[in-house]
């Protein structure tokens, strides 16, 4: 018997098909079978270049929970977490299943969600298409052979691009559908081919799951300095937890989704999923050079069709293309995915405002008072239907993928940070000068960036000159080495003061009134930890 195929088949689940069944297959052996089925091509370079058609970003509006007795006391129901009957759910698996029963050819993934042994998911991902199973191989954790004998999955998914969902039969809002049955342990996706469906599923899986073990799970990057200290990036996508945490100085644990537990911070995945819009060798080496290694997947990456060289400045497919690469891609990958529990926390913000300055240092009261908020500005591409910069709050600087309500998360983080003794710092890579919309105005320089990352998390920061901020209340230093002074005082780099004063101010009303939502579930530090306006002369 092939030893990647489990003794536990699809069969032991219920799940009844005549098509050849394509277990664990490797990199090589999906890219063939990704060429010869038409799904993508091979660049000059060696990376697997594919289409996701009209579907470039992640399909919000179209997931669902499905509501029921264990989740409807458990799930944080509103806007973001949208309830699925389990009458619909019924008929939504019961049409995947007739679908997958007469398909010729499924390719099945076994891979564990969570590096840390002891805090992670077994997920059975079964696919219509090769680079979908290549994509969640890389992007997972995969098991060894031994554990792929015995594997039994907790959790299945089941993603399948050409079915097109019934909203009248299912239940849903149009022939997208991502439906999540925690009850069942089942996640249907269907009408996209946007493979990033799979991996914030398992992301909202483990966020449902490790709170109950006292595990936080984190919307963030993580890395290691050579001196044993873990820093963890806060960010939604587009703020730069992938480019900042992918630092030749530093070893990386990984760049998108991580679980604080008592011991460890731990990667959830076994690759990383970049951004490459107009990506370049220069300010982000390490990502580039990914890009030319067999293995990597393009998503929606202009490519010349004679030549087969690589256009990143082509926005015309997508604003988000993005890559996958297994994360030992990245030179300087931890090789088991975790490392020491954090010395320090970066909050990313990508300000549209140009209002916040490029770095500042929190209390652990506003530390819990802006991961809550969850402010940036969400950049075009990510979420279909965004297609310029605007200011959001995204709880826990990743709401969409949240089922429990935030307080849960929050108190995990408060109880951490207080444990650790952690630094938090709260760093914009957003714009400067003016807000996003004004001609000549540009975003943060990313070497500024670096320089005030690099002295936060060698600890030289802790010894500068502050100043307070009259509408945030943190502090925020005066000077650093290799940064402009002028950059850090975003106030004096606007050409009109009265215009910034107008626009801190409403940033400030933003702020509070957002999180008006969260004022009974947090302590008075924290209700007194946010944003005052003041109008300066």
């Given at each position: 018997?092939d ?7 699809l ?28 799904e ?7 990376a ?22 264990e989740t ?9 977490n ?33 590096s ?12 219509e298409?090769?680079?979908h ?6 992007l ?5 052979a ?8 907790a ?17 849903c809002?149009?022939?997208?559908v991502i ?14 081919a ?15 799951l490790?709170?109950?073990d006292?595990?936080?799970?984190m919307?963030c ?10 820093a963890?990036f ?7 937890k ?9 070893t ?6 991580h ?15 970049a ?13 580039f ?11 929606n990456v ?8 690589l ?21 300087n ?16 913000t ?34 279909i239907?965004?297609?310029?910069p ?11 993928f949240?089922?429990r ?5 929050g ?18 890579t ?18 500024a960036?670096?320089?005030?990352l690099n002295?936060a ?11 307070r901020?009259?509408?945030?209340g943190?502090?925020?230093?005066v ?19 009265a215009a ?31 944003p ?6």
């Amino acid at each position: 018997m092939d030893t990647r195929i489990s003794r536990h088949g699809l069969d032991a689940q219920g799940i009844g098909t005549s098509a050849q069944l394509f277990w664990n297959l490797e990199a090589p052996q999906l890219v063939e079978h990704a060429v010869r089925r038409g799904e993508g091509k091979l660049s000059r370079h060696g990376a697997l270049v594919v289409s996701t058609g009209k579907h470039t970003g992640r399909s919000a509006k179209d997931k669902y929970i499905v509501r029921d007795a264990e989740t409807e006391p458990s799930v944080w129901w509103g806007k973001v977490n949208k309830g699925m009957s389990p009458e619909h759910f019924a008929a939504l698996k019961a049409d995947f299943l007739a679908e997958i029963a007469q398909r010729d050819t499924l390719y099945v993934q076994d891979l564990f969600g969570g590096s840390q042994a002891e805090h992670r998911v077994q997920v059975r991902v079964i696919n219509e298409l090769a680079w979908h199973s290549m994509f969640i191989r890389t992007l997972l954790v995969r098991p060894g052979a031994e554990a792929l004998a015995d594997f039994v999955p907790a959790y299945t998914i089941i993603d399948l691009p050409s079915f097109r969902a019934d909203p009248e039969r299912h239940g849903c809002r149009s022939e997208t559908v991502i439906a999540v049955n925690f009850t069942e342990k089942m996640i249907l996706i269907g009408g996209t081919a946007y493979a990033g469906e799979m991996k914030k599923s398992v992301f909202g899986l483990l966020n449902y799951l490790l709170p109950q073990d006292g595990i936080m799970p984190m919307h963030c990057s993580a890395n290691i300095g050579p001196n044993g200290d873990t820093a963890v990036f806060f960010g939604l996508s587009g703020t730069g937890k992938t480019t900042l945490s992918a630092d030749a100085s530093r070893t990386l644990i990984g760049d998108d989704e991580h679980g604080w537990s008592d011991t460890a911070v731990f990667n959830f995945e076994g690759g990383c999923y970049a951004k490459m819009i107009r990506l370049s060798a220069e300010a982000e080496p390490e990502i580039f050079a990914t890009t030319r290694r067999f293995g990597t997947v393009l998503e929606n990456v202009v490519m010349d069709p004679d030549t087969r060289e690589l256009d990143f400045d082509d926005n015309s497919l997508a604003e988000n293309s993005r890559g996958s690469y297994p994360i030992d891609f990245i030179p300087n990958a931890s090789r088991d995915n975790l490392g020491p529990v954090p010395t320090n926390i970066i909050f990313l913000t990508a300000d549209a405002y140009g209002v916040l300055p490029p770095i500042a240092k929190l209390t652990p009261d506003q530390a819990m008072y802006h991961f809550l908020s969850g402010y940036t500005a969400r950049v075009a591409g990510t979420e279909i239907g965004v297609t310029e910069p605007e200011a959001t709050f995204s709880t826990c600087f990743g709401a969409p993928f949240m089922p429990r309500h935030p307080s849960v998360y929050g108190n995990l983080l408060k109880s951490r940070i207080a444990k650790g003794g952690v630094d938090c710092w709260l760093v914009n890579t957003g714009w400067t000068g003016g807000m996003a919309t004004q001609k000549g105005i540009s975003r943060m320089p990313i070497k500024a960036t670096r320089a005030l990352l690099n002295a936060a998390l060698d600890g030289s920061l802790n010894d500068a000159d502050f100043r307070r901020d009259p509408n945030f209340g943190f502090i925020v230093p005066v000077e650093v080495a290799g940064v402009d002074p002028a950059m850090l005082d975003p106030r004096e780099a606007w050409a009109d003061k009265a215009a910034y004063d107008a626009t801190a101010a409403k940033l400030v009303d933003q702020f509070v009134e957002n999180f008006a939502q969260f004022e009974g579930e947090v302590d008075e530090g924290v209700r007194q930890a946010g944003p005052r306006t003041t109008v300066l002369a």
